[in-house]
């Protein structure tokens, strides 16, 4: 027997039932007993299991019955932990001492509740966020833990002043136009503030000349207890500069065109700049030659680009030239050579072209040529092509030789050599005779091979010619010559042939042989001659007797016939023959044999050189499936009718293919049950046609599956029999439910208003209890005891409690709302203020200061105001800050604004030419009408009309100028540029002399074309 109890244990993961055997004096070995029982009984504190064996054997003699119980504790239950006493200082400043709180747990398993020590880290955080947590947490003696509890006290320590620092800055740091001037931005650190606070700078605007503009800001900060920062300035400068360069070209040496120019010079540039004291060599840039090396350019640019990204206009020069030392090459287009061909009828010069590197497309070429040279056998002629480009680049010469032959004399064809047999008997050879063709364009004689239909006419009158016929390479034939020889063919020898004969051909026991008769028949001869043939008599065995008979005969001309021979065979044999099996694969009983193979036999004769296959006779399967038997018998009888002792084999087999049927015996499904105590696997059998009894089948299974909630597990009985016939697989499944994980509860939503203020509503939050054995979260309706505390402090708490359906309660969560009820507005003051009142350029605009005074404030708060900054033109500036406030609770105070206004004016005025007539170097202009000057500034509706003085005309009489300059400063003395107008004029009244020559005008920039000048007229008196 055996036996593992839990003896009181808590929790067993599982309840092995004891086993036990019964041993009788009767069995040969112990026999397996299935105990009963009820199951578990008992509270969970107190579980119990018995279980009973009884045995009575085959002779009803009972056993005493054994029983075995088994007890343990079955306790999932966690303790809960509450809090019983607590002094939370919320928050406070300072407090002067800390109370820990209390704590207190209830278990299932304990008649009260049962003080819990706490643990706690001791205060922890920065001094503006202390805080303090006790933790409670407690394990019964089933190892069942409670949800640990925690109490967490905060409060204030603070006397740290705050600092103001530069967040961001963008310093122009002297750069040019930049495009805005953005301020830089201050935080003021504080230790009691979670982050860095924003603090708005306070400015006087920028100051100074445009190419050394400065800007400072200032940053001041306070905290709400009085902990004033130490001010923080930063200051940004930069230069105003929109005036772009200008780049000349200095010098350049372009190839125009030319051809393979030795060296290229490349340009030189200046730039002249506003900010620069002189010009400035600027570097071109290049992207070195390019185009084809026929149309070569290559194209300098400069660029230039002040300190202050003002950029030039770019300026760019080109050079080409052409690089070409390539030679041509010519080539044949078309060519229609003779190659030797006999009189063309006409000779087609070849074509040529040239390709050049140079030119777009090929260039026809016409080549010269000597004319036809040579004997008229051998006739050439050559053309020769030359072509030199325009850049004298000569291409190699090409040639192209035509040769043919002019010939009309026909070839002569001679008999050399000739042996005629003349009639004569059987020559022993025939040889031909031999030609020869002379021709006038052969240097000697050629052998010509003549042709030939071969010999003809009957043997005793052979003929043969043999014709010579030869045409030269230009077609000009020979007259033909024939030979013919004659001569007598006879080497036929006679044939003998078979007369009569009458052979037994193998036959058995012939009665009697008859010898053949012969007779010759030759060519040379008008009848048959009759032949007696030459025998040695019968010989050879009794199985295969032979007899031949032989014919000779030679004729008058010694030629000898093919002897004849004729051969008899009989057989003299009255043996029977013999009968043998020489294969055969019984199945021997064997399952479905996939086919029948059936045995081969063979006979042995005393007349066969080699055994003989036979072939059996059978009258097929017979017999039940399962015992299938097949005989064959081989029967021989040779050809002298003597038969063989017949021979059978006999093959035995089964036929089976009923599939087995495999049955379920017993099965105790727990059905979905919870946490069985143990799993029964079902029993199987299998039932076969070819078994006098079902047979047990022992299942497979993968053990349990799937998740806890919904555990599986499947026993597959397979069987096969002994012909390998499978049944059809039989599948039990059992489900059950292990399940002892306690549900969560989960906040779904939650509306807290957080310490809002005036919330119109106060939603309750849900929550919902998440288990292992549910397909979705399920809805908890929690409880509460509705708001408490004052106004400024309201709370409502609601507390989610869930226990499933096995008893497993869920950790109970709460969930606390606050707000604060406040609907006085708060109020705004200003506390400074220093408006401008109109004055022109205010060295610094000082922005007001306000004060926001708030029910719910221990003191007036700073409200930074907004502006949009100044607005309006120039000459009539305005700006406003308004002071807005709205506290926690969205009270909006009454909005709060003041305006200051101020005149800006740096800009000076612009002085314009209204109308001139300046006479332009005319000579003696009746009257000078003085040109007219107007003003125009941004603080004038129109243009003023400005008085120019002039210091009257000046110069020669030759070249009379004078010069009128207009200058003007506004009410805010900005001065505008003083703009001068010069007119220029001849007073001549004398004739001029003639043009004596004409000289070069000095260039005026470097780089510029020459232009020849006439010299003026000399003037006299």
Known sequence: MTGSDPAGACNPTSITAPTFEATDNCLASALSVIPTTDGPTGPACARTQTWTANYTDACTNAAVPVSVSYTWVEDVVIPVIAVVTGADPAGACNPTSITAPTFEATDNCLASALSVIPTTAGPTGPACARTQTWTANYTDACTNAAVPVSVSYTWVEDVVIPVIAVVTGA??????????????????TDNCLASALSVIPTTAGPTGPACARPQTWTANYTDACTNAAVPVSVSYTWVEDVVIPVIAVVTGSDPAGACNP?????????????????????????????????????????????????????????????????????????????????????????????????LASALSVIPTTAGPTGPACARTQTWTANYTDACTNAAVPVSVSYTWVE???????????????????????????????????????????????????????????????????????AVPVSVTYTWVE??????????????????????????????????????????????????????????????????????????????????????????????????????????????????????????????????????????????????????????????????????????????????????????????TA???????????????????????????????????????????????????????????????????????????????????????????????????????????????????????NYTDACTNAAVPVSVSY???????????????????????????????????TDNCLASALSVIPTTAGPTGPACARTQTWTANYTDACTNAAVPVSVTYTWVEDVVIPVIAVVTGSDPAGACNPTSITAPTFEATDNCLASALSVIPTTAGPTGPACARTQTWTANYTDA??????????????????????????????????????????????????
Not at 837 to 851: K, L, M, R, V, Y
Request: aromatic share 6%; hydrophobic share 40%; net charge negative.
């Open 171 to 188: 310093d122009p740091a002297g750069a040019c136009n930049p495009t805005s001037i953005t301020a830089p931005t201050f935080e003021a």
């Open 262 to 358: 030795t060296s290229i010079t490349a340009p030189t540039f200046e730039a002249t700049d506003n900010c620069l004291a002189s010009a400035l060599s600027v570097i071109p840039t290049t992207a070195g030659p390019t185009g084809p090396a026929c149309a070569r350019t290559q194209t300098w640019t400069a660029n230039y680009t002040d300190a202050c990204t003002n950029a030039a206009v770019p300026v760019s020069v080109s050079y080409t030239w052409v690089e070409d030392v390539v030679i041509p090459v010519i080539a044949v287009v078309t060519g229609a050579d003779p190659a030797g061909a006999c009189n063309p009828t006409s000779i087609t010069a070849p074509t040529f072209e040239a390709t050049d590197n140079c």
């Open 407 to 477: 010939d009309v004399v026909i070839p002569v064809i001679a008999v050399v050599t000739g042996s005629d047999p003349a009639g004569a008997c059987n020559p022993t050879s025939i040889t031909a005779p031999t030609f020869e063709a002379t021709d006038n364009c052969l240097a000697s004689a050629l052998s010509v091979i003549p042709t030939t239909a071969g010999p003809t006419g009957p043997a005793c009158a052979r003929t043969q010619t043999w014709t010579a016929n030869y045409t030269d390479a230009c077609t000009n034939a």
């Open 490 to 679: 006879d080497v036929v020898i006679p044939v003998i042939a078979v007369v009569t004969g009458s052979d037994p051909a193998g036959a058995c026991n012939p009665t009697s042989i008859t010898a053949p008769t012969f007779e010759a028949t030759d060519n040379c001869l008008a009848s048959a001659l009759s032949v007696i043939p030459t025998t040695a008599g019968p010989t050879g065995p009794a199985c295969a007797r032979t007899q031949t008979w032989t014919a000779n005969y030679t004729d008058a001309c010694t030629n000898a016939a093919v002897p004849v021979s004729v051969t008899y065979t009989w057989v003299e044999d009255v043996v029977i023959p013999v009968i043998a099996v020489v294969t055969g694969s019984d199945p021997a009983g064997a399952c479905n044999p996939a086919s029948i193979t059936a045995p081969t036999f063979e006979a042995t004769d005393n007349c066969l050189a080699s055994a003989l296959s036979v072939i059996p006779t059978t009258a097929g399967p017979t017999g039940p499936a399962c015992a299938r038997t097949q005989t064959w018998t081989a029967n021989y009888t040779d050809a002298c009718t003597n038969a063989a002792v017949p021979v059978s084999v006999s093959y035995t087999w089964v036929e089976d293919v009923v599939i087995p049927v495999i049955a379920v015996v017993t099965g105790s499904d727990p059905a979905g049950a919870c946490n069985p105590t143990s799993i």
């Open 682 to 800: 079902p029993t199987f059998e299998a039932t076969d046609n070819c078994l006098a009894s079902a047979l047990t089948v022992i299942p497979t299974t993968a053990g349990p599956t799937g998740p806890a909630c919904a555990r599986t597990q499947t026993w597959t009985a397979n069987y096969t029999d002994a012909c390998t016939n499978a049944a059809v697989p039989v599948s039990v499944s059992y489900t059950w439910v292990e399940d002892v994980v306690i549900p969560v509860i989960a906040v779904v939503t939650s509306s807290d208003p957080a310490g809002a203020c005036n919330p119109t509503s106060i939603t309750a939050p849900t929550f919902e209890a998440t288990d292992n054995c549910l397909a979705s979260a399920l809805s908890v309706i929690p409880t509460t005891a509705g708001p408490t505390g004052p106004a400024c402090a309201r709370t409502q708490t609601w507390t989610a």
């Open 818 to 852: 606050t707000w604060v009820e406040d609907v006085v507005i708060p109020v705004i003051a200003v506390v400074t203020s220093a408006d401008p009142a109109g004055a022109c350029n205010p060295t610094s605009i000082t922005a007001p200061t306000f004060e926001a």
């Open 972 to 1021: 805010c003395t900005n001065a505008a540029v003083p703009v001068s107008v010069s007119y220029t004029w001849v007073e001549d009244v004398y004739p001029l002399q003639p043009v004596r020559q004409v000289r070069p005008v000095q260039e005026h920039k470097r780089g510029q074309p020459t232009i020849p000048m006439p010299v003026p007229m000399q003037r006299y008196r």
